[in-house]
């Protein structure tokens, strides 16, 4: 278990490149599954997750290939269905939430696809129904060994098309069903589905492999089947999370930094929640300029005047994903803010470790937590914390870096799931950070 030593309460300034986006590597991974042609894909961030995925794709026999930094082929035209039976894969294939999105490209190509349960965060129930009728939906027989938490569907005389309306805007399970459904004979209706700037990519990647799908960006997709998926070359967006996270990162430490290449179009609410808590930000160009809040950041009020309060909710709402960095650039506002985290139901216990290095938070419940600012006048205090999950560990990190003292993060490998080389980046541009063992 690796951790962190960080001296906060230095000041940071200079330029950070955003890595490609996690979320939307783990969909276009798993896509390579559905032609036997090469595909190549460039910008994939060197993160734990997506290296997972990459390892589990070659022991399924995809030939991979790097071909510079972040650039990769994968050819998957001579898979070995066998290692999906085997005891390897129960145990590799449970490593990260991502791994899941493999069963709708097998199952479409090949008439069948097996998961262990996926892992991932730690951050409430994840339930996978949505995935699954989906499956079934399109034609599929499902069975779920309760022992070995092993799923499986199959499909032997392929898949049909149908309209589906989905229980819930599942990211993930909007991505295994469009996969599923670009092989299916006949057209599906997808409705309620996600549309994260994710799927954007992965429907436009299917696209240009020759699939047909309309309504890309909305949650009304429309699929006509194919018979079969050529080769394409797909580049990765921009980390909106990780863009978010250095914003919170420069207003809490007072920083002037630059985020460069942002890919603005794409982050959605993302700057104006910011500015819900006061924080400047300037576009230029495709670049976010963030100046040293010298003065402090004030939390607005809404017309009414009432409480400001940031809440989660399906693209294009505000991505669950953010919610534990406003809060915790929350801490030092001018001003009170309750943050309302609908989707997880474990996502806020972190609060507990701010609480202890002098934060203002009433926890409501688990899903709300009220956040009185200290308006800078009152420096947190540093401490040592364990990563509870990919998002309260970079958060935690962003207080320890404004913390008087030397803050100590353990289980850092939650953070490494989802941030490229943070510790060399933050030391770019002047942060004291160090790996420790
Ligand atoms: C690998 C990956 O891409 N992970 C992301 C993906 O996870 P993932 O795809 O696993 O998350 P889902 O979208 O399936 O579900 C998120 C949670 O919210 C609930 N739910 C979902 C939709 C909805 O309209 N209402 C609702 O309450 C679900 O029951 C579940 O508890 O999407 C989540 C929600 O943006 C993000 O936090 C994760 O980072
Ligand atoms: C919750 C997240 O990841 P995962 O779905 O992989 O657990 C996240 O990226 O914030």
Known sequence: MGSFQIEGGHALKGEIQPQGAKNEALQILCAVLLTPDKVTIH???????VNKLIHLLKQLGVKVEKIGKGSYTFQANDLNHDYLKSEKFKEEGSGLRGSIMIVGPMLARFGHGYIPRPGGDKIGRRRLDTHFEGFINLGADFRYNK??????VEAP?????????????????TANIVMAAVLAKGKTTIYNAACEPY?????????????????VGSNLLEVEGVESLNGCTHTILPDMIEIGSWIGLAAMTKSEITIKNVGWEHLGLIPATFRKLGIQLERKGDDIFIPAHKDGYEVQSF?????????????????????SIMLVVATQAKGDVLIHQKMFESRLFFVDKLIDMGA?????????????????????????????????GISLLIAALSAKGTSIIHNIEQIDRGYENIDERLRAIGAKIKRVA
Not at 207 to 214: E, F, Q, V, W
């Open 43 to 49: 910008n994939i961030p060197d993160i734990l997750d």
């Open 147 to 152: 022992e070995e938490r092993f799923y499986g």
């Open 157 to 173: 005389n392929g898949l049909k098309g149908t309209y589906m309306l989905l229980e819930e805007a599942s990211v993930t399970g």
């Open 199 to 215: 799927l954007q990519q992965l429907c436009n990647m299917l696209n240009s492999m020759g699939a047909k799908i309309s309504g």
């Open 303 to 323: 017309i009414d005047g009432s409480i400001m309060s940031i809440s989660d909710a399906p693209w294009p709402g505000f991505t669950p994903d953010l919610l």
């Open 360 to 392: 203002k938070i009433i926890l409501c419940d688990p899903h709300r937590a009220t956040v009185i600012g200290h308006d800078f006048k009152s420096q947190l205090k540093a401490t040592t914390m364990v990563s509870p999950d990919i998002r309260a």
